[in-house]
């Protein structure tokens, strides 16, 4: 997992749809995304899924994400700006 830089923040969630600017997720436990979409901006959406992606306990995977739905599982969210 790299370091927070000066603009990153860092929020623990659980279950539920997230969206922002969203830089990495971490599972702190398993986690499930049930869909998913990755990109840079509302505008600049890469990839969208439908299709579960699971990332295991103490694992990080990089975005970026513009949203995500977690259907189980926690983790920490590290993103840039609010999230929704």
């Known amino acids: 997992m790299g370091a927070i830089n ?3 923040l ?3 969630v659980g279950t539920g749809r997230i969206t922002g600017s969203i830089q990495r997720i ?3 436990a398993e986690i499930t995304l049930t869909d998913w979409t ?3 901006s509302p505008n600049k959406v890469t990839t969208t ?3 579960d992606l699971t990332i ?3 694992t990080t995977l990089d975005g970026p994400f513009i949203a995500v739905n977690i259907s189980a599982g926690a983790g920490i969210i590290y ?3 609010n999230l929704v």
Do not use: F, I, L
């Open 38 to 40: 990755m990109g840079r």
């Open 79 to 81: 993103h840039n700006g």
């Open 49 to 51: 899924s439908t299709t």
């Open 56 to 58: 295991g306990a103490n």
């Open 10 to 12: 860092a929020t623990y």
């Open 26 to 28: 971490h599972a702190t």
């Open 6 to 8: 000066d603009h990153e």
